[in-house]
Structure formats: structure tokens, C-alpha cells
């Protein structure tokens, strides 16, 4: 198995915590890491190794998107500034009645693949229709992705009812058993879109098949109100006594909580995806991330869909939530860098259980890496790296990404995937969707 020795100006490895690393080499084995070394005793062990040298870069884990609708990038900017439910009802629920489909999926999630890569994202935990589409979108382009299988009540071009979208989950869950790159969790959408007893089956099917639940909660004072009126509680509350809380679920949003739902949270093991962009996008709120963080709950970073935010674009993610904090709590010392960049990498590998296996720089470890040129004018002089990677640099600062040891983008350029077809294929789309549209 070929040996590559990287030699970049810094490592980051989040393991252990805040640590920066210089004059060190990663030795890098197939899809594993297998040393991280000082560069001189890293050449001298591997003197036939290729070697790889980053003299302006910063390397560290890849980034992971704990909270994606990666097909929704075909609608991005289709319906903006607006009410969520206003947003969903009257715009992205009917125009996914008409246009959601195997191609649709596979299509946009590309897309989504195509934009998460080159800014540094190497897995993303998704949540949408056709699963085994978004399986094969993910396998083909050496993307690492968690697969939510999406479940509601209400019927869609997809599934007629929950028991439905359950039937498809577990089959899609079978087609793909012991790829590397591909898990699953059951992802019942809402509180407002699931019922008692489909969240009881969630819960019952995901001991059994021990995966993992993915559900957006809290995200709108709305859903708040909706819950109070038809259950007499919050929703998290009506979860809870549900038994859906533990440290299998992960929460996107979590926008609106008291200081006993964060307690709550925490007793349980629940994570949580934070989503700034899209909170703010549609005025949900501003979440207690710092509260959160305080009160013991791992808490990692999503972008949402393309439809609501409107980018995948995990560098601004990070920057955004970590002056959220500090806004917020009115302490400038709330999620400083090195926090900011350990939710955004081994925070999410913990919340989808894949801590042993990514998100950090840890021999034994798979290889999701990038390399970020800190070179730039917008990135000079650099004293410390770690704050550079969440206050200046920007996505366009990527410039390798590696996923299972493989390498997926260099200088810039895509290896996995064919970035001209794709926008192609989108071009098309939008022509569609104007058509009908119009």
C-alpha cells in the first residue's frame, strides 16, 4: 500500500484539544492516517514515500455538515425571504410535488457534493426523499454522507404514508449495508409532520437496527405555539415523554430552549446541529449555543438546505456561529476558535457515532482531510491559524480534500466528479422549474 508523507505549515489535528502543530508531517497509508510525526523523522522512517509539500497551508479534519437537504440545491433561491411555514407550504413542498424524482435527487445532490467539497466539506448528514438516490449520488463521487431517510405522514411522489417511507428506509438500509462511505438514520421530519405512533415505530426500529434519528426541533416560536395548542406541551417536552430522546438523535435547530429543555438535552445525550445561516435566514431565532455548549451538549454545525440558506458553505457556518455566541451571550470569550472548529469536525463525527472513524487527525483514523492556503493578502500576516481558519479564511482557500485516503480535489480541481456535467444538469433543471413556474 502506498505511503504519502504531507508536510503542510501547520496541522491541526482537534485531537488533542486546540493544539497546533508545526515542523510535523502526516504520514498518510491508503485510507488511513497512519503517523503524525516531526518532519525530519517522518523522512527519515519513509524515505521512498512520496512526499507532498504544503508550505502555506493549514491541515486539518474535514469539515462536516451535521445538518444538509443536499437535493434542495436545485432549489436554491426558488422562494426566499420569507416565513418558514409560509416557505414550506406555499412554495417548497408544492414545487417538490412536482418535480422530486430519482433524477432530481441524484442531480442536485451532486450539485450540493460538488459545492461541499471544494469548501472543504468531506461528509454531510443529510435528511431528504429517494435515499438510495442520494446513496448512489454519494458512492459515485467518493463522498462520505449519512443518509436521512425521510419520514412524514402526509403522502409525497415518494411514499403514500409514514409506514411507507418506513418500508423504503429499511429496504434502502439493506441495499447498502457495509458501504464504508454510506450510513443511514431513520429522520422523521418534525413534530408537526409525525405522529405519536410513527415516533414511537421510529424509535422501536432504530434500536433494532441501531441507527441513528434525525429530526428538526425547535426550530420556529410557530411550531412552539402549534404544539401548545394541539398537545397541551413543547414539543420537546411531548418527545421526551416519548422516549425519542437520547444520545442516538440528533436535533436540528434547537432554536427556542428553556434552561430545563438545554438540562434536559444534556441528560439525555441528545446533539444538537446548529444552523445559524438558516435561522437567521428565516428569522427563526437565535439559538442558545453557548448555553448549550455550558450545559454539557454536544452541539456540531449544519448549513441546512441550499433552499434556505443559501449555501453550503461551512467556513461561513463557522465564522457566523462563533459570533453568534458572542453576540448573544454578551462574552467575547463564547465559542472561541478552537470550539468553533471542534464542532464543525469531531462534535459532528460524535453526533453520527463516527467519532472512531473521522474528525480528527488521529493515527488509525480514515483520512477526511483538507488543506487550506492561508497565503492569501485576506489571511496575512497569520499569528494563529486556528482563528484564521474561523474568522478570515474562506472556502476559495481550499485547496486538497481527501476522503477515506483518496483524493478528491487538488489545487482546486475536482478528481471525483465531473463539476462541468453537473452544471449542466442544473442548468436544465432551472430551465424546467422556470417553465413551470412561470
Known amino acids: 500500500m502506498p505511503i504519502q508523507v504531507i508536510i503542510p505549515r501547520w496541522i491541526i489535528p482537534i485531537e488533542p484539544q486546540a493544539l497546533v502543530l508545526t515542523d510535523h508531517a502526516l504520514v498518510l497509508e491508503g485510507e488511513h492516517i497512519r503517523a503524525l510525526l516531526p518532519v525530519s523523522?517522518?523522512?527519515?522512517?519513509?524515505p521512498q514515500a512520496e512526499r507532498i509539500?504544503?508550505?502555506d497551508h493549514a491541515l486539518l479534519p474535514g469539515l462536516i455538515n451535521l445538518h444538509a437537504h443536499s437535493a434542495m440545491t436545485l432549489l436554491r433561491g426558488y422562494a426566499d425571504d420569507l416565513a418558514l411555514m409560509?416557505?414550506?407550504?406555499?412554495?417548497?413542498?408544492p414545487a417538490e410535488g412536482k418535480f422530486v424524482s430519482d433524477e432530481f435527487v441524484f442531480d442536485g445532490t451532486q450539485l450540493a457534493i460538488a459545492e461541499m467539497i471544494a469548501g472543504g466539506t468531506t461528509c454531510?448528514?443529510?435528511?431528504?426523499?429517494?435515499?438510495?438516490?442520494?446513496a448512489r449520488a454519494a458512492l459515485t463521487?467518493?463522498?462520505?454522507?449519512?443518509?436521512?431517510?425521510?419520514?412524514?405522514?402526509?403522502?409525497?411522489?415518494?411514499?403514500?404514508?409514514?409506514?411507507?417511507?418506513?418500508?423504503?428506509?429499511?429496504?434502502c438500509m439493506d441495499e447498502f449495508r457495509g458501504e464504508s462511505l454510506v450510513g443511514f438514520t431513520l429522520a422523521p421530519h418534525a413534530p408537526y409532520t409525525v405522529s405519536d405512533a410513527t415516533f414511537g415505530n421510529v424509535i422501536m426500529l432504530a434500536d433494532q437496527l441501531n441507527v441513528g434519528i434525525h429530526c428538526h426541533i425547535h426550530e420556529s416560536q410557530d411550531e412552539i405555539a402549534g404544539s401548545l395548542k394541539e398537545h397541551g406541551t413543547r414539543p420537546l417536552a411531548r418527545l421526551a415523554g416519548l422516549g425519542l430522546l437520547s444520545n442516538q438523535l440528533i436535533a436540528a435547530h434547537m432554536v427556542h430552549t428553556t434552561d430545563e429543555e438545554i438540562a434536559l438535552?444534556?441528560?439525555?445525550?441528545?446533539?444538537?446541529?446548529?444552523?445559524?445561516?438558516s435561522n437567521l435566514k428565516l428569522a427563526s431565532g437565535f439559538a442558545r449555543i453557548a448555553d448549550q455548549i455550558a450545559g454539557g451538549i454536544n452541539v456540531g454545525i449544519g448549513t441546512d438546505g441550499a433552499a434556505s440558506n443559501n449555501k453550503l458553505d461551512m467556513f461561513a457556518e463557522l465564522r457566523m456561529a462563533a459570533l453568534l455566541a458572542k453576540g448573544q451571550s454578551g462574552n467575547p470569550e463564547a465559542l472561541p476558535a478552537w470550539q468553533a472548529l471542534e464542532m464543525a469536525t469531531l462534535n459532528g463525527a460524535k453526533a453520527l457515532g463516527w467519532q472512531d472513524r473521522i474528525g480528527s487527525l488521529v493515527a488509525g483514523k480514515q483520512a477526511d482531510m483538507i488543506a487550506v492556503d492561508l497565503s492569501a493578502a485576506g489571511t496575512a500576516p497569520c499569528y494563529d491559524p486556528v482563528s484564521h481558519l474561523v474568522y478570515a479564511a474562506d472556502r476559495t482557500q481550499v485547496s486538497h480534500v481527501w476522503i477515506a485516503g483518496r483524493t478528491v480535489y487538488h489545487n482546486g480541481q475536482h478528481t471525483s466528479l465531473n463539476r462541468q456535467e453537473i452544471l449542466t444538469r442544473a442548468r436544465r433543471w432551472q430551465a424546467r422549474m422556470e417553465g413551470k413556474k412561470s
Not at 409560509?86 to 413542498?93: G, K
Not at 449519512?146 to 409514514?162: D, K, Q, R, W
Not at 438535552?265 to 446533539?271: E, F
Request: some cysteine; hydrophobic content about 40%.
Open 41 to 46: 523523522q517522518a523522512l527519515q522512517q519513509y
Open 124 to 134: 454531510a448528514n443529510d435528511m431528504y426523499f429517494h435515499h438510495s438516490t442520494v
Open 141 to 171: 463521487s467518493d463522498f462520505r454522507m449519512m443518509v436521512g431517510c425521510s419520514i412524514l405522514e402526509f403522502p409525497t411522489a415518494y411514499a403514500s404514508n409514514a409506514d411507507d417511507y418506513i418500508r423504503k428506509a429499511i429496504a
Open 53 to 55: 509539500h504544503l508550505p
Open 265 to 277: 438535552l444534556a441528560r439525555h445525550g441528545v446533539n444538537v446541529s446548529h444552523n445559524p445561516a
Open 86 to 93: 409560509t416557505w414550506l407550504n406555499e412554495h417548497i413542498w
